[in-house]
């Protein structure tokens, strides 16, 4: 987190940009997997925090430059914007000396911004029908509901 921003230069972007895209081409070849795009789109409303997938599209990962990922680490790669999960039966003062060893020195960042409260409120019956070469039919049966994040 903390060294990674000076690490990563174009050609180890181009390197990693070339590992998401494959694993998106994988996820996409997967049966079933136009389905989750349609719900996606379907269920929340152009703008929503939650209206696009986590890989976003082809183009957005071929379109972001070298200065558009710098600015990201800088803006949400940061203690911030992170949390830190310790489980086990540990000793909390070691743990926390542990803590300030690896993260001391990081710089907190810009505090984030949190997304008010919105609920997707949806309101009839909507329906699709994909057809895909897939070894069975499915149904799926979709409700937006409110998270523990608004």
């Known amino acids: 987190m903390g060294h990674l921003l000076g690490a990563i230069d174009q050609a180890k972007l181009d390197e990693e940009r070339g590992v998401v895209q494959n694993e998106k081409r994988q996820y996409e070849n997967q049966p079933y997997s136009v389905v989750y795009d349609l719900i ?32 990201w680490f800088k803006t949400y790669y940061g203690p911030a914007n992170a949390s830190l999960v310790v489980a086990g039966d540990v000793d909390a003062n070691a743990v926390l000396e542990k803590v300030k060893k690896y993260f001391g020195d ?45």
């Open 40 to 71: 996606t789109t379907a269920t929340w409303p152009a703008g929503h925090p939650y209206a696009h997938s986590v890989f976003g599209s082809m183009e957005d990962l071929s379109a972001a430059s070298l200065a558009d990922v710098q600015e």
């Open 106 to 150: 990081i710089p907190s960042g810009p505090p984030v911004a949190h997304h008010s409260l919105w609920i997707a409120k949806r309101s009839g019956v909507q329906r699709q029908k994909v057809e895909d070469r897939v070894p069975q039919a499915r149904l799926y049966k979709v409700w937006n509901i409110r998270n523990g994040f608004g």
